[in-house]
Antibody, heavy 116, light 107 residues
């Protein structure tokens, strides 16, 4: 059974940093691209970033380019999202998802609140 | 960037009836479209990919169709467990974008 478990969320002040993790199990992690998708409170879904199966390629939405970094450790079957220079508009539930061009499995999500 | 226009935003229908949700892409996405269901308080789940391919484990009451810029999600024989918000998403190119969602209510 595919499982994706996010951690690392919380309350952070604007301008500060936070790092999310996503522990994967139930599939061969190193064979799949992975992604982060977020959802602001009461809003729709928004793609954030994608990383290729081997970490050699990364893609970001414009609003997070230069502030967020997606990475992975295939030996640990773990996906990461380093979020720097956080803004209030980054407040959202962040979902880790397995990426097969579309998102075929999702984690339960982790809340990130950016507020002073 | 490719914009996805989804309609309607809200839909109310009776049990046993059928409904359709449409998604219009701002350019040809060549069938690279997925549909998701998100129940209240839960993560989204994949229903359909490549416009019409049913994800494993999804009931056959769900179906997708379309090509080019216009796509449809159909739910037949509505059941109480279908109460959810539905999203389309293209994967023709980065950035990936979602439709704004359709909230389905059962009358």
């Amino acid at each position: 059974e595919v499982q994706l478990v996010e951690s690392g969320g919380g309350l952070v002040q604007p301008g500060r940093s936070l790092k999310l993790s996503c522990a994967a199990s139930g599939f061969t992690f190193s064979n799949y691209g992975m992604a982060w998708v977020r959802q602001a409170p009461t809003k729709g879904l928004e793609w954030v970033a994608t990383i290729s199966y081997d970490g050699s390629s990364t893609y970001y939405r414009d609003s997070v380019k230069g502030r967020f970094t997606i990475s992975r450790d295939n030996a640990k079957s773990t996906l990461y999202l380093q979020m720097d220079s956080l803004r209030s508009e980054d407040t959202a539930t962040y979902y880790c998802a397995r990426f097969s061009d579309y998102f075929d499995y999702w984690g339960q999500g982790v809340m990130v609140t950016v507020s002073s | 960037d490719i914009q996805m226009t989804q309609s309607p935003s809200f839909l109310s229908a009776s049990l046993g009836n059928s409904i359709t949700i449409t998604c219009h892409a701002s350019q040809n996405i060549k069938g690279w479209l997925a549909w998701y269901q998100q129940k209240s308080g839960n993560a989204p789940e994949l229903l359909i990919y490549k416009a019409s391919s049913l994800q494993s484990g999804v009931p056959s009451r769900f179906s997708g169709s379309g090509s080019g810029t216009d796509y449809i999600l159909t739910i037949s024989n509505l059941q109480p467990e279908d109460i959810a918000t539905y999203y389309c998403q293209h994967y023709q190119s980065f950035p990936l974008t979602f439709g704004s969602g359709t909230k389905l209510e059962i009358k």
